[in-house]
T-cell receptor
Framework: ETGVTQSPTHLIKTRGQQVTLRCSSQSGHNTVSWYQQALGQGPQFIFQYYREEENGRGNFPPRFSGLQFPNYSSELNVNALELDDSALYLC?????????????FGPGTRLTVL | TQLLEQSPQFLSIQEGENLTVYCNSSSVFSSLQWYRQEPGEGPVLLVTVVTGGEVKKLKRLTFQFGDARKDSSLHITAAQPGDTGLYLCADTSGTYKYIFGTGTRLKVLA
């Protein structure tokens, strides 16, 4: 069984640019959540996708957007990058059988905005 | 907005020592999860507790959920270097959204 994978591992961008991060969910999982983890902090919920639809969103501006594909893999897009967007971006997949379920996290993408 | 505060923020101990870290919530937990995150990795789930007063053990780790379901502790007995990492508590919030605490960074020295 393949775990959650994310690409790329590291990324360096400059202010104002756009970035796309990718996540492959664990086999059989239909739900993907994205989190932002700033240095020294706990993860903050960005949004969740369930069967290709956004299922909920945290306190992030609209320049953070996402997609989920029919194979349940997912993308996180960030437009107009700001210095404060520098963080570890984590995705987590789960099999949603109720309101909550165990999430399995990927290793993350480290984004640096200069 | 629910806030999860963890203490201490940092802890550096010698191998073989015992330690306890804490997680306090500004509101009642829906259910509480503890995770450990190692450098370069995503968080890994250690345990889920749901019922007030619940105690769960995972080898040398003991998790306790407060009776009022607003606080929790994680006790590690005879810490080992492999226990080093960032310990995070999280509330599943009863919905799609997981709220994480600020984390306790533990370093166990050999």
């Amino acid at each position: 069984e393949t775990g959650v994978t994310q690409s790329p591992t590291h990324l360096i961008k400059t202010r104002g640019q756009q970035v796309t991060l990718r996540c492959s969910s664990q086999s059989g999982h239909n739900t993907v959540s994205w989190y932002q983890q700033a240095l020294g902090q706990g993860p903050q919920f960005i949004f969740q996708y369930y069967r290709e639809e956004e299922n909920g969103r945290g306190n992030f501006p609209p320049r953070f957007s996402g997609l989920q594909f029919p194979n349940y893999s997912s993308e996180l897009n960030v437009n107009a990058l700001e210095l404060d967007d520098s963080a570890l971006y984590l995705c987590a997949s789960s099999l949603q059988v109720g309101l909550t379920d165990t999430q399995y996290f990927g290793p993350g993408t480290r984004l640096t905005v200069l | 907005t629910q806030l999860l505060e963890q203490s201490p923020q940092f802890l550096s101990i010698q191998e073989g020592e015992n330690l306890t870290v804490y997680c306090n919530s500004s509101s009642v937990f829906s259910s509480l999860q503890w995770y450990r995150q190692e450098p370069g990795e995503g968080p890994v789930l250690l345990v889920t507790v749901v019922t007030g007063g619940e105690v769960k053990k995972l080898k040398r780790l003991t998790f306790q959920f407060g009776d009022a379901r607003k606080d929790s502790s994680l006790h590690i007995t005879a810490a080992q270097p492999g226990d080093t990492g960032l310990y995070l508590c999280a509330d599943t919030s009863g919905t799609y959204k997981y709220i994480f605490g600020t984390g306790t960074r533990l370093k166990v020295l050999a």
